[in-house]
């Protein structure tokens, strides 16, 4: 009897270990963005292809280092960012070209883990041009001659 109780009892104090090693990433936030609509005006960005980069953060500390980060400055570092981070965030690129509407029943961030989600518009005008995207699941953006926003779902 006392054997039966120590084998329980070791039982769930391994599962308990396990689950503090895997750090509660089970329930850890995930990417809830599904559908994202880009509209972009005719004259956007002078005119010109504007890259988009929707990046999913899923270390705390970068995600709050990256909340002040400018989107020209965001673009200068994304590829020792990676290097320095390799686990810390994925990335959802884009090129939007002025005078397009396009629309993503779903995206390749889906589901990730991540802590929360940022979109950076490499605009050719200096601005921070940086979205903080908190738990929508759709979203339409609206991509301006010198920003961007986003608007209802309706379009409005």
Known sequence: MKRI??????CALAFFMIFQISGCS????????????VDVEPKANSDTPLPLDFVAVADPQLLERLKGTPANQWFAQRE????????????WSLEVVPGNLVTFASNPLQGEKAEGV???????TPGAHRLLLDKQTDIWLKVGAREMRLLDAQGQ
């Open 80 to 91: 020792q960012l990676r290097r320095d981070f390799p686990q810390g965030f994925n990335i």
């Open 26 to 37: 089970l329930f850890a936030p995930k990417v809830a963005l599904q559908k994202v609509i």
């Open 5 to 10: 109780k120590f084998l329980g009892s070791s």
């Open 118 to 124: 940022l979109l950076f518009a490499g605009y050719s």
